[in-house]
C-alpha cells in the first residue's frame, strides 16, 4: 500500500487549522448578530446548554468506539470494526434519553417563554446526534483510507448549510431563534450524512471501471479520479451493505472482546475527560447563580478573550514542544547530557519566557482601556450596558498573562518530564481539573461569572508553581536560570506602566466623544512599547532577523 500516512496527517491537521479559523470568524459574526438585533438570553441558551447537550451525547457515545477502532484495521476484521462502530447508535439513542430527560427536567430553564422552542432544541439535538452517529462507519472508513479533501469538503459543506439555513429563518422571523437553531442542526448533519452515503455509492460504482480504465467523468478532474483510486487494494468494501452491521451467527463471533474491552477503556476515560473539558459549562448549567444572558455573555467574552491562547501561545508552545523535545533526554540529568544542546536550551526558553510574558502584559495593560471598545464594536452599546461584558474581558486579559506564562514553562516540564514524572503529574492534572470544578462553583456565588475567570486564574498559577519548581530543580546542577526570562525590562516595564494611565484617561475622557481618536491613541502608544521592548531585547530581534533573512536568501538560491 502505498499512502503516505504522515502526508495524509500534515494535510488533515493543516486543513483542520483552516477550517477552525474559518469556523470560528463565522461563528463570531453570527454571535454578533445575534446580540444585537435577538439578545443574549437566547444566545445563551444555544450556545451554552443545547451545544453542550450535543458534546456531551457525541462525546460518550463516539469517542471511545471512534477511538477503539481507529488504527484497528490491521488487527481486527472490517465485519468486527463495522459491527463495534455501530454501537454508538443505539448508545447515543439511550444517552440522549437520559440526557435531555435531565436537561428538560432538572436543569433550570428560567424563562418561560422559550420553554417550548427549548424543549424542540433538546429533542432536535439528540436527533441530530443518533443521526449523525448513523454515518460513524463511513467516517471511519474515510480517515483510515486517507479521504482528506472528502472531509474537508463535507465540513465546509455543513458549516454552509447550517448558516444558511439558521439565517433564513432568523431573518423571517427572530422570534424564532430556537428553532431556527434546531433546524439547521438537524438540516446541516441530515446533509452531511446522506453526502457521504451518496459519496461511498459513486466510489464503490466506478472503483471497477477505474481498475479497467474505463471510467471518466467530466465533473471530476483525472488528478483526484487518481488519488481517490491509486493504491487502494486494501480496500475491500464493494457496495453499502458493507458498510451495515452483519450478524454472524453468535455474539462472540459478531463482537470483538478485546475490541469491546478497549472501547470500555477509552469509555472510562472519556468521562473524565469529558467532565474537564467542559467542566465551566456543566458549572453554569447546574449553578442557579448564572442567568441565560449571564451564561451567553461569558461564552462571547470567553471566546473573544481566548483568540490569543489560540493564534499565538498555542503555535508558541506546539513549536518550543518540539524543540525541546529534541535538545533535551528525558531519562538523563541535564549536567550528563551535551552541554552545548543545554545551555542552547535554557537561552531559548529564557527568550521564550520573556516574549510571552511580555505579550501577557501587553494585552493586560491595554485591556483595561480598550476592553469596552472592543466589546462596543462587536456587540453594539445594548450589550456592554450593563458592565459585565466589560468586567469579564478586563478580567480575562489577567488569566492570559498566566495563560501565557503556564503555556510555555508547563511545555518545557511536558518535553523533559521523565515517564515516572508524566503518570504522576497526570493524576496531579486531574487533581487540579477537579478543584478548579469544585472552586468554580464556589466563587460564582461570591463573585458571579467573573468567579470562573477568577478560579481559572488559581488553577493555572498552582500549576505555574508546580512547573516552576520542576524547571528550578531540573537546572540546580548546571547554573543556568532560564526562568529569568520571566523577569522583563525596566524600560519596557515603565513604558508600559505609562502608556496604560495615557490609555486609560483617553478611555475616561474621549470614548464617549471619539472611539477613532480613542483607539488612535492606543496604537501610537502601543508602537512605543513595541519600541520600547525591541531597544531591550535588541539582541534578540536581530538574532531573530538574520535567521529568516537567512532562510529567505536560501530560498532564493535554489529558485
Same mark, same amino acid.
Given at each position: 500500500?502505498?499512502?503516505?500516512?504522515?502526508?495524509?496527517?500534515?494535510?488533515?491537521?493543516?486543513?483542520?487549522?483552516?477550517?477552525?479559523?474559518?469556523?470560528?470568524?463565522?461563528?463570531?459574526?453570527?454571535?454578533?448578530?445575534?446580540?444585537?438585533?435577538?439578545?443574549?438570553?437566547?444566545?445563551?441558551?444555544?450556545?451554552?446548554?443545547?451545544?453542550?447537550?450535543?458534546?456531551?451525547?457525541?462525546?460518550?457515545?463516539?469517542?471511545?468506539?471512534?477511538?477503539?477502532?481507529?488504527?484497528?484495521?490491521?488487527?481486527?476484521?472490517?465485519?468486527?470494526?463495522?459491527?463495534?462502530?455501530?454501537?454508538?447508535?443505539?448508545?447515543?439513542?439511550?444517552?440522549?434519553?437520559?440526557?435531555?430527560?435531565?436537561?428538560?427536567?432538572?436543569?433550570?430553564?428560567?424563562?418561560?417563554?422559550?420553554?417550548?422552542?427549548?424543549?424542540?432544541?433538546?429533542?432536535?439535538?439528540?436527533?441530530?446526534?443518533?443521526?449523525?452517529?448513523?454515518?460513524?462507519?463511513?467516517?471511519?472508513?474515510?480517515?483510515? &483510507?486517507? $479521504?482528506?479533501? #472528502? /472531509?474537508?469538503? !463535507?465540513?465546509?459543506?455543513?458549516?454552509? +448549510?447550517?448558516? @444558511?439555513?439558521?439565517?433564513?429563518?432568523?431573518?423571517?422571523?427572530?422570534?424564532?431563534?430556537?428553532?431556527?437553531?434546531?433546524?439547521?442542526?438537524?438540516?446541516?448533519?441530515?446533509?452531511?450524512?446522506?453526502?457521504?452515503?451518496?459519496?461511498?455509492?459513486?466510489?464503490?460504482?466506478?472503483?471497477?471501471?477505474?481498475?479497467?480504465?474505463?471510467?471518466?467523468?467530466?465533473?471530476?478532474?483525472?488528478?483526484?479520479?487518481?488519488?481517490?483510486?491509486?493504491?487502494?487494494?486494501? &480496500?475491500? $468494501?464493494?457496495? #453499502? /451493505?458493507?458498510? !451495515?452491521?452483519?450478524?454472524?451467527?453468535? +455474539?462472540?463471533? @459478531?463482537?470483538?472482546?478485546?475490541?469491546?474491552?478497549?472501547?470500555?477503556?477509552?469509555?472510562?476515560?472519556?468521562?473524565?475527560?469529558?467532565?474537564?473539558?467542559?467542566?465551566?459549562?456543566?458549572?453554569?448549567?447546574?449553578?442557579?447563580?448564572?442567568?441565560?444572558?449571564?451564561?451567553?455573555?461569558?461564552?462571547?467574552?470567553?471566546?473573544?478573550?481566548?483568540?490569543?491562547?489560540?493564534?499565538?501561545?498555542?503555535?508558541?508552545?506546539?513549536?518550543?514542544?518540539?524543540?525541546?523535545?529534541?535538545?533535551?533526554?528525558?531519562?538523563?540529568? !541535564?549536567?550528563?547530557?551535551?552541554?552545548?544542546?543545554?545551555?542552547?536550551?535554557?537561552?531559548?526558553?529564557?527568550?521564550?519566557?520573556?516574549?510571552?510574558?511580555?505579550?501577557?502584559?501587553?494585552?493586560?495593560?491595554?485591556?483595561?482601556?480598550?476592553?469596552?471598545?472592543?466589546?462596543?464594536?462587536?456587540?453594539?452599546?445594548?450589550?456592554?450596558?450593563?458592565?459585565?461584558?466589560?468586567?469579564?474581558?478586563?478580567?480575562?486579559?489577567?488569566?492570559?498573562?498566566?495563560?501565557?506564562?503556564?503555556?510555555?514553562?508547563?511545555?518545557?516540564?511536558?518535553?523533559?518530564?521523565?515517564?515516572?514524572?508524566?503518570?504522576?503529574?497526570?493524576?496531579?492534572?486531574?487533581?487540579?481539573?477537579?478543584?478548579?470544578?469544585?472552586?468554580?462553583?464556589?466563587?460564582?456565588?461570591?463573585?458571579?461569572?467573573?468567579?470562573?475567570?477568577?478560579?481559572?486564574?488559581?488553577?493555572?498559577?498552582?500549576?505555574?508553581?508546580?512547573?516552576?519548581?520542576?524547571?528550578?530543580?531540573?537546572?540546580?546542577?548546571?547554573?543556568?536560570?532560564?526562568?529569568?526570562?520571566?523577569?522583563?525590562?525596566?524600560?519596557?516595564?515603565?513604558?508600559?506602566?505609562?502608556?496604560?494611565?495615557?490609555?486609560?484617561?483617553?478611555?475616561?475622557?474621549?470614548?464617549?466623544?471619539?472611539?477613532?481618536?480613542?483607539?488612535?491613541?492606543?496604537?501610537?502608544?502601543?508602537?512605543?512599547?513595541?519600541?520600547?521592548?525591541?531597544?531591550?531585547?535588541?539582541?534578540?530581534?536581530?538574532?531573530?532577523?538574520?535567521?529568516?533573512?537567512?532562510?529567505?536568501?536560501?530560498?532564493?538560491?535554489?529558485?
Amino acid at each position: 500500500m502505498g499512502r503516505n500516512l504522515l502526508m495524509s496527517s500534515l494535510e488533515n491537521a493543516s486543513f483542520n487549522i483552516i477550517f477552525q479559523i474559518v469556523f470560528r470568524c463565522i461563528t463570531f459574526i453570527i454571535n454578533a448578530w445575534v446580540i444585537r438585533n435577538i439578545g443574549h438570553e437566547v444566545l445563551g441558551i444555544m450556545n451554552v446548554r443545547l451545544l453542550l447537550l450535543e458534546s456531551t451525547i457525541l462525546f460518550l457515545s463516539r469517542e471511545p468506539f471512534n477511538r477503539a477502532c481507529l488504527g484497528q484495521k490491521d488487527e481486527f476484521s472490517w465485519n468486527h470494526i463495522i459491527n463495534q462502530i455501530w454501537l454508538s447508535v443505539p448508545l447515543s439513542c439511550v444517552l440522549s434519553l437520559v440526557f435531555v430527560y435531565v436537561w428538560l427536567n432538572l436543569l433550570p430553564l428560567g424563562s418561560p417563554e422559550y420553554a417550548f422552542q427549548y424543549a424542540f432544541g433538546c429533542w432536535s439535538v439528540a436527533f441530530s446526534c443518533v443521526l449523525e452517529l448513523c454515518a460513524a462507519n463511513m467516517v471511519l472508513v474515510a480517515q483510515l &483510507f486517507c $479521504f482528506v479533501k #472528502l /472531509k474537508v469538503a !463535507l465540513d465546509t459543506l455543513h458549516i454552509f +448549510v447550517r448558516t @444558511t439555513l439558521f439565517l433564513s429563518i432568523i431573518v423571517y422571523n427572530r422570534s424564532l431563534a430556537l428553532i431556527a437553531f434546531s433546524v439547521a442542526q438537524v438540516g446541516s448533519i441530515g446533509t452531511i450524512v446522506v453526502s457521504y452515503y451518496i459519496f461511498f455509492h459513486w466510489y464503490l460504482k466506478n472503483k471497477p471501471l477505474y481498475a479497467k480504465g474505463a471510467l471518466k467523468s467530466k465533473v471530476v478532474p483525472e488528478s483526484i479520479l487518481k488519488k481517490l483510486y491509486e493504491n487502494m487494494d486494501d &480496500f475491500h $468494501f464493494t457496495s #453499502l /451493505k458493507d458498510f !451495515l452491521p452483519k450478524w454472524l451467527g453468535s +455474539v462472540n463471533s @459478531t463482537f470483538s472482546k478485546k475490541l469491546s474491552s478497549l472501547t470500555v477503556s477509552f469509555a472510562k476515560q472519556g468521562v473524565v475527560k469529558q467532565l474537564l473539558t467542559e467542566g465551566e459549562k456543566y458549572v453554569m448549567s447546574v449553578s442557579p447563580v448564572m442567568s441565560f444572558s449571564e451564561q451567553a455573555t461569558y461564552d462571547v467574552v470567553n471566546n473573544l478573550g481566548s483568540l490569543a491562547a489560540r493564534f499565538i501561545f498555542r503555535p508558541i508552545e506546539d513549536s518550543s514542544y518540539f524543540y525541546f523535545t529534541q535538545m533535551v533526554s528525558r531519562d538523563l540529568p !541535564l549536567h550528563k547530557q551535551d552541554q552545548n544542546k543545554i545551555q542552547e536550551s535554557c537561552h531559548v526558553l529564557s527568550q521564550i519566557c520573556k516574549t510571552v510574558t511580555s505579550i501577557g502584559l501587553v494585552v493586560l495593560v491595554f485591556g483595561q482601556s480598550y476592553a469596552k471598545t472592543l466589546l462596543l464594536l462587536y456587540g453594539g452599546e445594548t450589550f456592554v450596558a450593563s458592565g459585565l461584558p466589560v468586567q469579564l474581558l478586563r478580567s480575562h486579559c489577567l488569566a492570559i498573562v498566566l495563560l501565557a506564562i503556564n503555556g510555555i514553562t508547563e511545555c518545557y516540564a511536558f518535553a523533559t518530564m521523565t515517564s515516572t514524572q508524566l503518570n504522576s503529574y497526570n493524576y496531579l492534572m486531574v487533581l487540579f481539573s477537579i478543584s478548579f470544578l469544585l472552586l468554580s462553583y464556589g466563587l460564582t456565588y461570591v463573585f458571579g461569572p467573573v468567579g470562573f475567570i477568577v478560579s481559572n486564574c488559581i488553577n493555572m498559577f498552582a500549576r505555574i508553581l508546580h512547573s516552576i519548581h520542576f524547571i528550578d530543580a531540573k537546572c540546580r546542577d548546571t547554573g543556568y536560570k532560564p526562568l529569568d526570562g520571566l523577569h522583563v525590562g525596566k524600560i519596557f516595564l515603565l513604558t508600559l506602566f505609562t502608556a496604560g494611565i495615557l490609555c486609560k484617561v483617553s478611555e475616561n475622557k474621549l470614548l464617549s466623544t471619539s472611539i477613532i481618536l480613542h483607539i488612535a491613541i492606543g496604537a501610537v502608544l502601543f508602537f512605543l512599547v513595541i519600541l520600547s521592548w525591541v531597544y531591550e531585547n535588541k539582541e534578540l530581534v536581530i538574532k531573530m532577523y538574520n535567521k529568516f533573512a537567512s532562510k529567505d536568501e536560501t530560498k532564493v538560491s535554489k529558485d
